[in-house]
């Protein structure tokens, strides 16, 4: 009898910080596809983000910790904070093949703004070899095939989820400004921001 491959979902982001946006929809697509495990990476320096407002990598690893220690199916790898340099999203997947071995499947999970940009990433080209790439809807950010490169659609899904309108951008907003931002986040996280001073001044430290 064949055995059933193990379906590990890779959750990539900034993670600066996480809120319940990225917990609902990687909880929603472990379900759906019957992922065996979502394994979180927060990025180390990110390519594609400004550096000013993000705050410390050992800070933000931290965080996705605290977010996701009560969900047995969530872990945490600090493989791209530990990466000198950028991070790219190939370097990644192969990086964790080895570890997982070849056998294991990759669902690399992004939100509705990331999949427009794929064909963008570092290498692109190779990506679909190494994962199958999920689309969550997210609000602002319409879920179309029309959006998605077509070299990268036999390897795509795209699945609604409900709508969370919560973004680490206004969370960091509220934080400066003095704003509550009690439940858009897990509260281990809110205390640790505010423990650290974290985004107080726009500058993580
Ligand atoms: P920022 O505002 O700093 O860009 P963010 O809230 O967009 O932060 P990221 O760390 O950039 O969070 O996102 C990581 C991944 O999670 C991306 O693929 C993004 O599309 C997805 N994501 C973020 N927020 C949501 C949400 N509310 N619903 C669904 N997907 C989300
Ligand atoms: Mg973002």
Redesign the pocket.
């Known amino acids: 009898m064949k055995e059933k491959p193990y379906k590990l979902g890779i ?6 910080p996480i ?1 319940q ?2 917990l ?2 990687a909880e929603i697509i472990r379900d759906e596809f019957g992922l065996d495990e979502v394994l979180f990476v927060p990025s180390g320096k990110p390519p594609h ?1 400004d550096n000013n407002e993000i705050a410390a990598p050992k800070h933000r690893w931290i965080m996705t910790v605290l977010a996701t220690a009560s969900n047995e199916y969530f872990s945490v790898s600090a493989i791209e904070i530990e990466r000198k340099g950028e991070s790219y999203t190939r370097d990644t997947l192969l990086e964790l093949k080895k570890i997982y071995g070849e056998k294991t499947q990759f669902y690399f ?6 999949i427009a940009e794929i064909s963008t990433w570092h290498k692109s080209e190779n990506l679909p070899k190494l994962a199958k790439f999920i689309a ?4 602002g950010y319409k879920l179309e095939w029309e959006k998605i490169d077509p070299r990268f659609r036999n390897f795509t899904y795209l699945i609604e ?1 409900p709508a ?7 969370i ?1 907003k509220r934080v400066r400004e003095n704003k509550t931002i009690k439940y858009l986040l897990p509260q281990a996280v809110e205390k640790y921001i505010y423990k650290n001073k974290l985004y107080q001044k726009g500058v993580g430290s």
């Open positions: 959750m990539g982001g900034t993670f600066n809120h946006g990225h609902v929809a983000k999970i992004t939100g509705a703004d990331a969550a809807s997210r609000p989820i969370l309108a919560i973004s680490s951008t206004e960091r």
